[in-house]
Every structure is written in C-alpha cells, then in structure tokens.
C-alpha cells in the first residue's frame, strides 16, 4: 500500500536490523486518516468471505481493525494482555511472547465475544516472528471459529512469522512488506 510505505520512509524511525519504530502514525500517536485507508484495504481485500468479526490484539491493532470493522459492518474483538476485575472468568487465554517488550503475556477474550459460527478476520500492527498471531489463531480454535485470513500493517519479511503461517496454509494479506533494514534503511519486498 502506496501511502503506508510513503508514511513508513517518511516517519519510520529503523531502530536497529529487526526494529522499526512508527510511533508517529500508528503505535503511540495515531494517524487516523492512514487508519481509515488501511481499514479500507482489508476491507476490500475480505469483502467477500463472510467475516462475522475482527479479532485483533490491544493496544496497536485496535485502531487499523476497527477501521476495517467500520467499513464491514462488524464488531471488533480485542485481546487483553492484562486481567481485570470485570474480566476474570468465562475466557479464552493464549500465552504470547511480545517481540518488543521480551515478556510473555498471557492475553484473554471473553467467551461471550467470540463463538463457533464466527469467521474471523485477525488483524495485527507488526508481523515479525508471528508469535502474536499464534496466540490469535490459538483463541480462535479454542472457540471453534473459522479464520478467513490474517491482516497486517507491517510484515517483516526477513523474519520468520509470515512464512511460517503462510506454510501452515493461512491466508495473510499485509499492506507493506519489509525486506530488510539493514544500514539504517528500510527497503520494501
Ligand atoms: P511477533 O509476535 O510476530 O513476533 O511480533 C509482532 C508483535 O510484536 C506485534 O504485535 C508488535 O506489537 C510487535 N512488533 C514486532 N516487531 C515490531 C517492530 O519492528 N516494531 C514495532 N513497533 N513493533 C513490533
């Protein structure tokens, strides 16, 4: 996607070989007209495959998904990373690995959200080892849904999530790929 890469080249900062920063428009301060653009491409792109919902992960990936849920006419489900005290029982957990923050989170999703008739769409910001998706996909078959595919802002295609998933036969659609950021540079697939 023409604008997302022009966003990335303009405001992205390469903080070392395996870290881009995009604070400016998508991961601390939000850019809501690029939102509305990229909730527009994923909508176009699963327009056709019946989603029933759009399960996405706080907090980075609630602002693409809930454009692209506007645009479906769907509910947007979130992963919490942290229980609360009105979310302590009736959920789905998963245990994730955060690339950036070297944790592992085990992230929740109230049964009463999610469900076996649901076809879902996952949306999340980065893709990088995949372990965020793995936890998504983990959600959703312990609910029984049906996932119609995976969206991502920001595929790393030089590390090994992408691939993986594709291999286990999922359908991923990612708005900009980065082949590498090597010398300070981003260079896109
Ligand atoms: P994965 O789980 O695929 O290894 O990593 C994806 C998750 O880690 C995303 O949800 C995102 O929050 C974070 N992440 C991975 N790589 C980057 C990166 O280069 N920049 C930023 N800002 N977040 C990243």
Known sequence: MK?????????????SE????VDSFLNHQIDPALMQAMGQ?????????????????????????????LILGVPVVFGRKRKSVTLQD?????????????VTNTISVSK????????????????????AAKGL????????????????????GFQPG???LREQGYRVDSLAIVSSLENGTVTFA
């Open 90 to 102: 009736n959920l789905y957990t998963a245990d994730v690995y955060s690339f950036t923050k070297k």
């Open 41 to 69: 491409e994923f909508a176009d792109l699963y327009k056709d495959a019946g989603i029933t919902r759009i399960l996405t992960l706080e907090a980075s990936g609630i602002a693409p998904a809930v454009m692209a849920g």
């Open 18 to 21: 395996d870290v881009l920063k």
């Open 112 to 131: 009463d959200f999610l469900d076996k008739e649901d076809t879902l769409l996952i949306i999340d910001d980065f893709l990088a080892n995949g372990e």
């Open 137 to 156: 996909l983990d959600v959703a078959n312990q609910a029984g849904a049906k996932v119609a595919g995976i969206g991502i802002v920001i595929e790393k």
């Open 162 to 164: 992408g691939k993986a």
């Open 3 to 15: 604008a997302l890469e022009q966003a990335i080249l303009a405001k992205g900062k390469v903080l």
